[in-house]
């Protein structure tokens, strides 16, 4: 215990800003000895630049198509990047509407862009969504893919 002690205070007057840090996980005990680690600590998170938001991107080849099982419908499509610099993207947001208009589905369609979309770069999106939110509307020629958005 009073070895113990020592060796707290050793370190202390050994490596001041040891004792004055708030991560302790910024010194070690190797073979008896106190090694301060000090300079190797991140003392504030690493700052990275963020990826700016999505502004010109432009989405094509929108369509609705059913599935092969039956019950289900697929939405797909293809968003460019039609700026000159990277854009964010991780999902697009679209409205299922009827002829008549109504808003029968609202959805999100995974975009898998990593760390943002290149300028020129273009994705295929796609999403599967339950025949029973048409709510009776069957007929998909009457049916349209609207895209809302993207985050």
């Given at each position: 215990?009073?070895?113990k002690?020592?060796?707290?205070?050793a370190?202390?007057?050994?490596?001041?800003t040891?004792a004055g840090?708030q991560d302790?996980v910024?010194?070690?005990e190797?073979?008896?000895?106190?090694i301060?680690?000090?300079s190797?600590?991140v003392?504030?998170?690493?700052?990275?630049?963020p990826v700016?938001v999505a502004t010109?991107l432009?989405?094509y080849?929108?369509q609705i198509?059913?599935?092969s099982?039956?019950?289900?419908?697929?939405i797909t499509?293809?968003?460019?990047?039609?700026?000159?610099q990277v854009?964010?993207?991780?999902?697009?947001?679209f409205n299922v509407i009827?002829?008549?208009?109504?808003?029968?589905?609202?959805?999100?369609a995974p975009?898998q862009?990593?760390?943002?979309?290149e300028?020129?770069?273009?994705l295929?999106?796609?999403k599967v969504?339950?025949?029973n939110v048409?709510?009776?509307?069957?007929?998909?020629s009457?049916?349209?893919v609207e895209?809302t958005?993207?985050v």
């Amino acid at each position: 215990m009073i070895r113990k002690f020592f060796t707290i205070i050793a370190a202390i007057t050994l490596f001041p800003t040891v004792a004055g840090a708030q991560d302790q996980v910024c010194y070690m005990e190797w073979e008896g000895q106190i090694i301060d680690l000090s300079s190797m600590c991140v003392t504030k998170p690493i700052e990275t630049e963020p990826v700016p938001v999505a502004t010109n991107l432009r989405f094509y080849d929108v369509q609705i198509s059913p599935r092969s099982d039956g019950n289900s419908l697929e939405i797909t499509g293809t968003v460019i990047n039609e700026s000159n610099q990277v854009s964010s993207i991780s999902a697009v947001q679209f409205n299922v509407i009827s002829s008549d208009g109504s808003i029968l589905a609202s959805d999100t369609a995974p975009v898998q862009a990593g760390a943002g979309l290149e300028p020129g770069q273009q994705l295929a999106f796609s999403k599967v969504i339950n025949k029973n939110v048409l709510r009776g509307n069957l007929n998909l020629s009457d049916l349209q893919v609207e895209i809302t958005g993207s985050v």
